[in-house]
Every structure is written in C-alpha cells, then in structure tokens.
C-alpha cells in the first residue's frame, strides 16, 4: 500500500470522497460516472500501473468528520488473480468495516499526538521530552547509543512580555519554535520544557557533534 497527501485544490475521486463523505465503488475507475471529478491518470503514470476497478472509502470519525480516504484497487479472481473484477457488495462489506476501524486508529493517534504538543510553539511539551529522554538514556544503558541534550532559554524573556505582553511573548516563542524546526534534523526531538526554556534531545550524537548543533 502506499501513504499519500491528499491536496483537496485538486480535482480526483478520492478529493470528492474526502469531501463528501460518500463511497465510490467504480468498475472502471477512467469511464465516465455521475460524481463529476476523474480519475487522476497521474497516479497510474508514475509507476506504469493501469486501475481498472476502484473502491474509495472516507475514514471518519464517529461525528462524522473525514479524516482521509482509502482507496483499492483492481479486485481480482480466477485462480492465479489475473481477472480484474469489479468490488463485490461483499468486498465493500468488508472495506468498510476495515475503514470504520482505521478512522478510529487514525483519530486516536491525531489526539495522542495533539497532548503531546505545545499549544504555543506546537513543539513537543515536557510530558513527551521525558517519556523521550528516559527513553534515549536506556537505549544508552543497553546498546551504548550516544544521546546529547542542549538545554537554552531566552534572553530578556521577562522583561518582553512587559513590553509587548502574554501575545508578543507567546509571538516570540513561536518564531523561536519555527527557527528550531527549520534548523534541526528530522530525528531531532525539540521541545518547549516550561516558560520560556527549550529543550533539543539529539539521538546518536556523540558529544563531539553535539557542539556544532547549538552553533546552527
């Protein structure tokens, strides 16, 4: 299977399911329909596969809100699979069922990672800075991975937000928070620990390397 962003600009059946709320089940995913929006020949472009039939299915959640599509493709049958078939009703039975539950999931994981964040900075808070530093430092303990940790806080924090009070402060942190992202590597773990005291948690960085982190 394959993950893939969605734009919602941009005309295709799995954009009129995400908008929409509705099930496609379609014989022939290039034949005209009723829904309006075809589909996107691009996609069968790139990797020299050709979709005939087609099952997209809204992930939702129990509101009702879309949350992605999932889509498959090209049912088959016979005894090697080499007969591309329409989805049965019982296919779409079951697709449901499966997209039911992974709307669930999906949503879970959207609240699970939405309380780990700080709502200014929208860097990880202190609740996941320490489930991630307890567990470098038993990575450390097991396999001898080296861990850095760059503690900073900023300067003249107080006496901004007297100047510009609690929403110039919070503009502050946010651009500080948008400088980190944009000069951290992916695996970095950055963090707003409390007030105005950030946190940068560098896996697999000897403490030779770490020096070079703080100076970007």
Same mark, same amino acid.
């Given at each position: $299977?394959?993950?893939? #962003?969605?734009?919602?600009?941009?005309?295709?059946?799995? *954009?009129?399911?995400?908008? *929409?709320?509705?099930?496609? /089940?379609?014989?022939?995913?290039?034949?005209?329909?009723?829904?309006?929006?075809?589909?996107?020949?691009?996609?069968?472009?790139?990797?020299? $596969?050709?979709?005939? +039939?087609?099952? %997209?299915? #809204?992930?939702?959640?129990?509101? &009702?809100?879309?949350? &992605?599509?999932?889509?498959?493709?090209?049912?088959?049958?016979?005894?090697?699979? !080499?007969?591309?078939?329409?989805? =049965? =009703?019982?296919?779409?039975?079951?697709?449901?069922? $499966?997209?039911?539950? %992974?709307?669930?999931?999906?949503?879970? %994981?959207?609240?699970?990672?939405? +309380?780990? @964040?700080?709502?200014?900075?929208?860097?990880? /808070?202190?609740?996941?800075?320490?489930?991630?530093?307890?567990?470098?430092?038993?990575?450390? @303990?097991?396999?001898?991975?080296?861990? +850095?940790?760059?503690?900073?806080?900023?300067? !003249?924090?107080?006496?901004? @937000?007297?100047?510009?009070?609690?929403?110039?402060?919070?503009?502050?942190?946010?651009?500080?928070?948008?400088?980190?992202?944009?000069? +951290?590597?992916?695996?970095?773990?950055?963090?707003?620990?409390?007030?105005?005291?950030? *946190?940068?948690?560098? #896996?697999?960085? #000897?403490?030779?390397?770490?020096? %070079?982190?703080?100076?970007?």
């Amino acid at each position: $299977y394959q993950t893939l #962003p969605l734009p919602l600009t941009e005309q295709s059946l799995a *954009t009129h399911v995400a908008l *929409t709320g509705a099930t496609l /089940n379609l014989e022939d995913a290039y034949a005209s329909h009723m829904v309006g929006p075809v589909f996107n020949r691009a996609r069968d472009e790139t990797p020299d $596969y050709r979709t005939r +039939s087609l099952l %997209a299915l #809204p992930l939702q959640t129990a509101d &009702g809100t879309v949350l &992605g599509v999932m889509e498959l493709v090209n049912a088959r049958r016979g005894a090697g699979g !080499d007969v591309i078939v329409p989805f =049965s =009703s019982e296919a779409e039975r079951v697709a449901r069922a $499966y997209a039911s539950l %992974a709307g669930v999931a999906v949503h879970r %994981a959207a609240l699970d990672e939405s +309380s780990l @964040k700080d709502t200014v900075t929208d860097l990880y /808070n202190r609740r996941y800075l320490s489930l991630r530093v307890n567990e470098e430092a038993s990575r450390f @303990k097991r396999f001898g991975h080296p861990v +850095s940790v760059v503690s900073l806080d900023l300067d !003249d924090f107080d006496r901004i @937000k007297r100047k510009a009070g609690h929403p110039g402060g919070d503009a502050v942190l946010r651009e500080v928070g948008m400088l980190l992202r944009r000069n +951290s590597r992916r695996f970095t773990v950055l963090a707003r620990d409390r007030g105005n005291d950030f *946190t940068i948690v560098l #896996p697999n960085t #000897p403490l030779h390397r770490m020096y %070079a982190e703080p100076a970007r």
